[in-house]
């Protein structure tokens, strides 16, 4: 079975610092992976999608940027953290062969002071 | 532009009566709809779905309701329970596009005993 993976689950940092959030899914091949956040009172917003190795789409521009080192390794990252990054981030992934479910990790409550 | 939306944030119902959250969408692509729930410091966890070529999908206490003329789905929950309390997302993929599900903001259910 599959399993998705995030860490770590809490962190706060200073503005200015930098960020590194780590996203692994077992248990499946060439998965689709999202980076998504979810701010206090809004909805999932879609950061960053990927189709495969190398490959990032960025759906908002920000301070953030986004890497797929492996198939099943999706990273989030950021040089310097502005207070408006906090927020729970979540990773997902998706059966890159059909339109069906995305499959969410755990996510990670950032806050920046 | 929202092209999908939950216009309640927050929706209160007693123990054992029905839950109705409704979502609306406004782009004639989308075909496939996506019910999640989310307790709080977790992942979205999947619910339900339907395809447009059926009008309704049951699983359980939970059914969703697809009206493509309206544009407009719901899900019904009977009986509710307490631990349905929970954000609800209505998500919409296109299976004709890049398959990236469009996620409205999310309804807040509370159930009290």
């Known amino acids: 079975s599959q399993t998705i993976h995030q860490w770590p689950a809490t962190l706060v940092q200073p503005v200015g610092s930098p960020l590194s959030l780590e996203c692994t899914v077992e248990?499946?091949?060439?998965?689709?992976l999202y980076w998504y956040r979810q701010a206090a009172g809004r909805g999932l917003q879609l950061l960053f999608y990927?189709?495969?190795?190398?490959?990032i789409s960025s759906e908002v521009p920000q301070n953030l940027s986004a890497s797929r080192p492996q198939d099943r390794q999706f990273i989030l990252s950021s040089k310097k953290l502005l207070l408006s990054d906090s927020g729970f981030y979540l990773c997902?992934?998706?059966?890159?062969?059909?339109?069906?479910?995305?499959?969410f990790g755990p996510g990670t409550r950032l806050t920046v002071l | 532009d929202q092209q999908v939306k939950q216009n309640s944030p927050s929706l209160s119902v007693q123990e054992g009566r029905i839950s109705i959250l409704n979502c609306d969408y406004t782009?004639?692509?989308?075909?496939?709809f996506l019910w999640y729930k989310k307790y709080p410091a977790e992942g979205p966890t999947f619910l339900i779905s339907?395809?447009?070529?059926?009008d309704k999908n049951e699983d359980g206490r939970f059914t969703v309701f697809l009206n493509k003329s309206a544009k407009h789905l719901s899900l019904h929950i009977v009986p509710s329970q307490p631990g349905d309390s929970a954000v609800y997302f209505c998500?919409?993929?296109?299976?004709?596009?890049?398959?990236?599900?469009?996620f409205g903001r999310g309804t807040s259910l509370i159930v009290h005993p």
């Open positions: 990927s189709v495969g190795i190398g490959q």
């Open positions: 997902a992934w998706q059966d890159e062969a059909s339109t069906d479910t995305q499959y």
């Open positions: 248990g499946t091949s060439n998965p689709n």
């Open positions: 998500a919409a993929i296109s299976s004709g596009g890049s398959y990236i599900p469009t």
């Open positions: 339907i395809s447009s070529i059926k």
């Open positions: 782009n004639s692509m989308f075909d496939y």
